[in-house]
């Protein structure tokens, strides 16, 4: 049970169908078909209302429970993708709800092809294939040099190969990662008896190869999150122009103000293990405001304070901690503190039981 509306999290739908809306059309002229990843919001059926309102019909996801939330909503209007390698325990349900997995290991393909044909089923499968961000994915030439064997699983359909960047490493995909994917693409067309093998890419970090050039390699499906909720592209630190930022914010509130001297001698680690760095050059005592939300519901690096005098010092598990000796703004107890949310943050106030939501139209 919530008690009380703080701490809050505020979701601006008219902004997000605007970026749906700018996506889809952006998506158009370039010819990529836009799938829209859940995972950042836990496929909350008022944002993938507005994605399946707009047209959108690919959904992505990490987590198999939000692919069977959407499956719940939209049915066989839609595709679904797992885009993180299944476990074993997941084969069955995923044959069963006919999502499409991205594989990228010889023995997980093997057991969706023995599961398949216990099923009397054809289960649609993209390869995920690793192009420089050291996560997932099969080598281009692991791929060619198991040809033969992933060929011969005839009760699996081989839809299309697809490859992530930014994620891990933070390595920005390249023309010649497009080149590279549909080279591999053409050479495995013949061999999988599929004209219409397709390639996918995501993330967000992706629409800068459309942005920037005009002769960008085709591929056919860009899986994305980042761009339409929050219309930032975080590996380059930059914002989309022709999408909106700030659909997202947190209210919460303000239990404490008081002036605080950190005591500097003798310390260990913080409550999370990390080491503390509590910076000498500050004036001590400083005015803190302690808010009531912490590293439970939000990611105290994804925040952001329009006062540009009121810095984080730190988050606990139930604490934000804000450094507000440098304001004009006269904060008091019970007053409420906003955010701008960044991806962070968003994911994790939706998964807390203690934020509470709040639409505007
Ligand atoms: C999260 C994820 C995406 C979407 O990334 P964004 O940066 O949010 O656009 C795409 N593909 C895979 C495999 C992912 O895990």
Redo the contacts with the bound molecule.
């Keep these: 049970m919530v008690v009380g509306l703080y701490p809050l999290l505020e979701i601006n739908l008219s902004k997000l169908k605007q970026n749906i809306d700018a996506l889809q059309k952006k998506c158009s002229e370039w010819m990529l078909e836009p ?1 829209a ?1 859940t ?2 919001f836990c496929a909350d059926y008022k944002i993938t209302d507005l994605l399946f309102d707009a047209g959108i019909r690919s959904f ?1 996801d ?1 987590n198999l429970s939000n692919l069977l939330k959407l499956i719940d909503r939209f049915g066989n209007k839609a595709q679904y993708q797992l ?2 390698l299944p476990m074993k325990e997941e084969i069955e349900a995923i044959i069963e709800n006919q999502i499409i997995p ?1 594989v990228s290991q010889l023995e997980i393909l093997n057991l969706f092809s023995e599961k398949a044909k216990q099923l009397h089923a054809q289960p649609s499968v993209i390869l ?1 294939i690793e192009t420089g961000d050291g996560r ?1 994915g099969f080598l281009p030439e692991e791929v060619l040099e198991n040809i033969k064997q992933i060929a011969s699983l005839d009760h699996i359909a081989i839809i299309g190969i ?1 490859t ?1 960047l ?2 891990l490493s933070g390595v920005l995909p390249q023309i010649s990662t497009l080149e590279q994917l549909c080279s591999l693409r053409n050479q495995l067309k013949p061999i999988f008896h599929n004209p219409h093998l397709f390639v996918s890419v ?4 992706f629409f800068s190869l459309w942005e920037d050039y005009n002769h960008t390699p085709k591929v056919d499906q860009i ?5 339409f ?1 929050f219309g930032s ?3 380059r630190k930059r914002n989309l122009s022709w999408l909106q930022q700030g659909a997202f914010h947190i209210e919460a509130e303000i239990v404490e103000i008081k002036s605080k001297k950190p005591d500097s001698s003798n310390r260990g680690f913080d409550a999370f293990g990390r080491v503390c760095e509590i910076s000498c050059e500050k004036n001590y005592p400083r005015k803190r405001a302690l808010v009531a939300i912490g590293l439970q519901d939000i990611d105290d690096t994804q925040l952001f304070f329009k006062d540009r005098n009121v810095t984080i010092v730190g988050a606990t598990s139930n604490y934000l901690v804000l450094d507000c000796e440098e304001s004009r703004h006269d904060f008091r107890i019970g007053d409420l503190v906003r955010f701008q949310a960044g ?1 962070g943050t968003v994911l994790r106030a939706f998964l807390s039981p203690y934020i509470q939501k709040r639409y505007i139209e």
């Design positions: 799938v990843v995972k950042g992505a990490s885009i993180r991205m995920a997932e697809g992530s930014a994620c995501g993330g967000t970090t899986r994305c999150g980042e761009a909720l592209d975080m590996s991806y």
